[in-house]
């Protein structure tokens, strides 16, 4: 799928757990809680295909992203080889080891017990690479100043400015990152590849099965339908939803449109 796509349900997902899950028991959940998960999800939502050279996760931080893609694909390549079933094909080197729902596990639970440890320091590092993340994958409909900009900024804003900051998130740090890469596994599971999602449970003679949805339901990933229908629903989703639940967001746009037509 498109960055862009991958992006905005990231977010979608993000806002609707953070901002309808604790009401469900009774907890009012913050603007800076919602928004601050939302932003990792959205982000997190990229981070698998760290195993693709030329994704956005391996080039958007340098240096860093190239060691990280350095050491990602050859161990998705070592677990395929040592796991691989009689009618498993390729190299495993992508959609192998971050596409699946062990790997999102994995790296939520180092991270969640990281973000309990040592809280904000790990919270604000976590929300600014998936905050920059998100805004380059996200280029094509906000081009503008550097991503690592923006994402420094609002960072600064989650924390300082947006009611509750971002404390509120710190304990539910991996099951955002989690959630971000889960989603982007079943968003490539509804294009022509699949994904393997399930790995290592043995399905067909194959440990690492490609899931789908049903064959006329896929579409390519990047081509006209995802381009002109799935992403654009998306976006305009998640901008609906942002403003359901995140408290004083339509008082905000309300008072932006007054604003606007009083200036007109």
């Given at each position: ?34 928004l601050?998960?939302?932003?990792v ?50 190299r ?6 971050t ?39 996200l ?79 896929r579409?390519r ?24 639940v995140?408290?004083?967001?339509l ?14």
């Amino acid at each position: 799928m498109l960055g862009v796509s991958h992006a905005t349900s990231g977010a979608a997902l993000g806002l609707a757990v953070a901002g309808l899950a604790p009401q469900a028991v009774g907890i009012a959940p913050t603007a800076g809680t919602i928004l601050t998960f939302a932003g990792v999800t959205a982000g997190a939502a990229l981070l698998p295909d760290l195993d693709h050279p030329s994704s956005t996760a391996s080039r958007r931080f340098s240096w860093a992203s190239w060691l990280a893609g350095h050491a990602v694909r050859p161990l998705s390549a070592l677990v395929f080889r040592l796991t691989k079933g009689p009618r498993d094909s390729g190299r495993g080197t992508h959609r192998g080891l971050t596409h699946t729902l062990a790997g999102a596990l994995l790296l939520a639970g180092g991270l969640g017990v990281a973000s309990a440890r040592w809280g904000t320091p790990v919270t604000a590092g976590v929300l600014f690479v998936c905050l920059a993340l998100a805004i380059k994958g996200l280029d094509g409909l906000v081009p503008g100043p550097p991503s690592l900009v923006i994402a420094a900024g609002l960072t600064w804003a989650a924390e300082e400015r947006l009611p509750g900051g971002t404390a509120g998130t710190a304990g539910w740090l991996g099951l955002a990152v989690g959630l971000g890469m889960l989603v982007h596994s079943l968003g490539d599971a509804v294009t022509e590849s699949g994904a393997p999602l399930l790995w290592p449970l043995p399905i067909r003679g194959r440990h690492w099965y490609p899931v789908g949805s049903p064959r006329p339901l896929r579409f390519r990933a990047g081509g006209r339908v995802e381009a002109l229908l799935v992403a654009p629903l998306l976006t305009l989703g998640t901008l609906a939803l942002a403003v359901y639940v995140v408290p004083g967001a339509l008082d905000v746009l309300l008072d932006l449109r007054a604003r606007l037509v009083a200036g007109g």
